[in-house]
T-cell receptor
């Protein structure tokens, strides 16, 4: 049984579209991260959150602890947003789990 | 400020050999975490070091070990390499203890190929 499920697995969007990536988990968590991985492997930590909502530029991350669900939104998507987006979390036993990632391609 | 650096960037080894990977954190960061990424298993947490002590460990066999030096640089060692150890090994540093509890800054990774 997977502790974390991400959807969709793959996503293609036109430049300017609003994008949503979802992450659902089945265990109690302490914190949830959203990571961005570009081709070549480099990973950037976008957000870490344990409640509510955070915004950075065109990126917004939300988490609903009761529903065990988090979303990453990208407003006005751009080709440079093309990457794999991964959610990851610490469960209450201090184990760190990663989602399988959502591969996003934004077409000009 | 320089980012997280990892050396070497690419490495080819044969089964049965051992390998040591190095990670230099951002200046001032005292926590270093290591991760393995494979096409089949995705990203997995290996371990975290803070102030030269291992604070948290993922579910990997004892062939995977690490250490941290007084300058916060960290090394990861894999002994008796297996084909399945071929992966991208990433390290990440953070300011405080608790690795994944904090915002982490990732290095570019070391791509290990085991033949």
């Amino acid at each position: 049984k997977n502790e974390v499920e991400q959807s969709p697995q793959n996503l293609t969007a036109q430049e300017g579209e609003f994008i949503t990536i979802n992450c659902s988990y089945s265990v109690g968590i302490s914190a949830l991260h959203w990571l961005q991985q570009h081709p070549g492997g480099g990973i950037v930590s976008l957000f870490m959150l344990s409640s509510g909502k955070k915004k950075h530029g065109r990126l917004i991350a939300t988490i609903n602890i009761q529903e065990k669900h988090s979303s990453l939104h990208i407003t006005a998507s751009h080709p440079r947003d093309s990457a794999v987006y991964i959610c990851a979390f610490l469960n209450t036993g201090n184990q760190f789990y990663f989602g399988t990632g959502t591969s996003l391609t934004v077409i000009p | 400020k320089a980012g997280v650096t990892q050396t070497p960037r690419y490495l080819i080894k044969t089964r049965g050999q051992q390998v040591t990977l190095s990670c230099s954190p951002i200046s001032g960061h005292r926590s270093v975490s290591w991760y393995q990424q494979t096409p089949g298993q995705g990203l997995q947490f290996l371990f975290e070091y803070f102030s030269e002590t291992q604070r948290n460990k993922g579910n990997f066999p004892g062939r995977f070990s690490g250490r941290q030096f007084s300058n916060s640089r960290s090394e990861m060692n894999v002994s008796t390499l297996e084909l399945g150890d071929s992966a991208l090994y990433l390290c990440a540093s953070s300011l405080g203890a608790g690795g994944p509890w904090n915002e982490q800054f990732f290095g570019p990774g070391t791509r290990l190929t085991v033949l």
